[in-house]
C-alpha cells in the first residue's frame, strides 16, 4: 500500500485533479516548476504505517476542507490503481491459461477423431476383440471354414495395423480427461481474478477538515516574536552602551 501511496500515478492525478501548481502558487515558467511541485507534495502529503499496520494518509494545506478532500481522493485512488494493477497481471494470466486450456482442447479432439477414425475401421475394444478373435479363428481352422478364416484374419491384421494406436489413445484418455478438469478448474479462477471487482482497501476513518491549524501554532508565534524583540533590544542597549563608552574616553 505504500509503495503504491507514493507512485507517480497517485502524484500526477492528484496533482492535476486538484490543480496543485496553481494552488501552491508555483511559477510554471520558472527554472524548475514540477521540481518545486513535487517538492511542496511531499511537504505537505504523507503516508505512515501505524502501530496497527494499518496505513494513515495526512495531508496539510491552508484550506482544510480542501486537505480533507484529497486524502479522501488518494484513498480512493489506491483501490483504483491497486485494481488496474492486479486486472492487468490477471488479464495476463488468464490469457496464458486460456491458451493452454483451448490449445488441450484441440490436442483431445483430434484424439477423438482419431479414435472415431480406428472405430470406423472396425476397432472398437482392442484386448476383447483380440481374444473373441483368437476364440474364433481356433474353431474357424477346426471346421476348415476357409471364407471366415479369411475373414478373421483380416480382422485381425487390422488389429494388429492400429491397435497399438487404439491402445495408447485409450491408456491416455483418463489422464488427459483429469488433466482436462484441472485445467478447466484453474481457467475459471483466472477468470473470476481477471473480473475481480473487490474493493483492496477497508477505510477506517475518513478524512474530516480540522477545526485547528496544525502550523503555523499562534502562541508560537508570539513568543518567538517576543523572544526575537527582547534578543533585539538587548543587543541594541549593549552597542549603545560600547558607543557611550567610546565617546566618553575621548571627550
Same mark, same amino acid.
Given at each position: 500500500? %505504500?509503495?503504491? &501511496?507514493? +507512485?507517480?500515478?497517485?502524484?500526477?492525478?492528484i496533482i492535476s485533479k486538484f490543480n496543485l501548481m496553481d494552488h501552491y502558487r508555483i511559477d510554471k515558467d520558472g527554472r524548475y516548476p514540477k521540481t518545486e511541485l513535487n517538492r511542496k507534495f511531499e511537504e505537505n502529503i504523507s503516508f505512515n504505517r501505524t502501530e496497527y499496520l494499518s496505513v494513515r494518509i495526512?495531508?496539510?494545506?491552508?484550506?482544510?476542507?480542501?486537505?480533507?478532500d484529497m486524502a479522501n481522493e488518494i484513498a480512493m485512488l489506491l483501490d483504483t490503481v491497486k485494481t488496474r494493477m492486479q486486472h492487468e497481471r490477471a488479464q495476463q494470466a488468464?490469457?496464458?491459461?486460456?491458451?493452454?486450456?483451448?490449445?488441450?482442447?484441440?490436442?483431445?479432439?483430434?484424439?477423438?477423431?482419431? %479414435?472415431?477414425? &480406428?472405430? +470406423?475401421?472396425g476397432v472398437l475394444d482392442y484386448d476383447s476383440q483380440v481374444e473373441r478373435l483368437s476364440e474364433a479363428y481356433g474353431?474357424?481352422?477346426?471346421?476348415?471354414?476357409?471364407?471366415?478364416?479369411?475373414?478373421?484374419?483380416?480382422?485381425?491384421?487390422?488389429?494388429?495395423?492400429?491397435?497399438g494406436i487404439y491402445t495408447s489413445i485409450t491408456?491416455?484418455?483418463?489422464?488427459?480427461?483429469?488433466?482436462?478438469?484441472?485445467?478447466k478448474t484453474k481457467y475459471e479462477e483466472s477468470k473470476v481474478d481477471a473480473n475481480d471487482k473487490i474493493p483492496h482497501k477497508f477505510v477506517v476513518n475518513e478524512a474530516k477538515a480540522s477545526e485547528k491549524k496544525s502550523y503555523p501554532v499562534r502562541w508560537l508565534i508570539v513568543l518567538v516574536s517576543t523572544l526575537a524583540t527582547f534578543l533585539l533590544s538587548v543587543v541594541l542597549v549593549i552597542i549603545i552602551e560600547?558607543?557611550?563608552?567610546?565617546?566618553?574616553?575621548f571627550e
Open positions: 500500500m %505504500l509503495q503504491i &501511496l507514493n +507512485s507517480d500515478e497517485i502524484r500526477e492525478r495526512d495531508v496539510m494545506d491552508e484550506d482544510p476542507n480542501l486537505a480533507a488468464l490469457a496464458i491459461v486460456e491458451k493452454e486450456y483451448r490449445d488441450f482442447l484441440k490436442y483431445l479432439n483430434a484424439r477423438e477423431d482419431t %479414435l472415431k477414425m &480406428l472405430r +470406423s475401421k474353431k474357424a481352422l477346426l471346421a476348415g471354414n476357409q471364407s471366415v478364416i479369411r475373414a478373421i484374419e483380416n480382422n485381425m491384421d487390422t488389429l494388429a495395423e492400429y491397435g491408456q491416455d484418455m483418463e489422464h488427459d480427461r483429469e488433466a482436462l478438469s484441472r485445467l560600547n558607543i557611550n563608552r567610546i565617546r566618553s574616553r
